[in-house]
């Protein structure tokens, strides 16, 4: 309650006198607690509106990066072809959800190649122990003779050839995968390499009556057994899709700091790509499975990389360029290497080597391609 007092002084007989004057407070106390209440009311509708629609906002606005989730969620290996949609995106996610279809595409590569490879194991495995069982069983129906016997163990055994040449080769590949570099480098005349192979390949061009001829030189770093190991893998490649008294010609060339060598043969148009994957046959019968498990050129691939090099084929005018390349200069990381000791003449013997010929050979070298 509000009060106000007023004092009235005294005037002749009257006595001085104070005035008070009473006002009830509940009417203010009613109205300031309701304008509260007002109040709170109004800030709570207000707080429940601004967090209702900074929810839509934020819905709105992260809507394309939930769609991109629930896309990215729906990969699997059994739908690996799916890419995130990027059509709509605001500019903010596109490099994003282009980076994100990228590694997609890498990875269902590298998953293709994986479950090829994993046939191709398979299958190539499967031939040599099928042939093995059945040739045990066969010698283990009747009692057999030595001779019998004999024979029997010796096919067992190329077999075992064929099957450890195979996982031989598929280590390798797996170090090389693993970005091993090729070590005990030597400087060398490549030309005289590429001699040494073609004069171990003499008896496989002779029988194919098949002419090499080497043209070119160049001094290069390089691990002389993988070097000789490419060049023979070639060379055989070349020999066996060549008709007899046909001419395989191999040129060594340096550009800039890579040294090219170069495998060119006669022969008839053939699919470029593909040629350098592992189990890799352009016949798709694998007809000669028993004599190529398609590892040849995929371990060409692997000892150009292992020498910072590259590899590549072209089949133009009826003629099939085979060629890898080595880095021309001493890699970083490494050793100084020795200098290996060569005959001055023995790249210039290499010029004329031709020998007739007139079957096909197989045997000298593990991991050919087809």
Known sequence: MLTTTVSIPGYSTRPPMQLQVA????????????FGFALAAL?????LAVLLLSYSVTRIGLAPLTRLTRDASAVSPNNRSQRLNTASLPHELNDLANSFNGALERLDGAYCRLESFNADVAHELRTPVTILIG????????????????HTLQS???????????????LFLARADQGERATGLMEVSLAAEVA???????IPLEEARVQARLHGDAVAHVNRSLFGRACTNLLMNAIQHCQPGAQISVRIAREAEQVRIEVANPGEPTVLEHLFDRFYRVEASRTNSRENHGLGLAIVKAIAEM??????????????????????????GVAQPARANVPE???????????????????LVKGKSA
């Open 156 to 170: 067992n055994l190329e077999e075992f050839e064929r099957m450890r040449a195979i996982i031989n080769d598929m």
């Open 196 to 202: 040494h192979t073609l004069e171990f390949l003499e």
């Open 43 to 47: 800030s709570a509708l207000g707080s």
């Open 345 to 363: 003449n023995a790249a210039a013997n290499a010029q004329n080597a031709s020998v007739p010929g007139s079957a096909s050979y197989s045997s």
């Open 23 to 34: 006002s009830s407070y509940m009417p203010n106390i009613r109205t300031m607690r309701v």
């Open 307 to 332: 020498h910072r090099g590259t590899v590549s084929v072209q089949s133009a005018n009826g003629v099939n360029t085979f060629a890898f390349s080595v880095a021309a200069s001493r890699m970083e």
């Open 135 to 150: 040739q045990t069983e066969v010698a283990l129906t009747r009692n057999r003779s030595v001779d019998d016997l004999r």
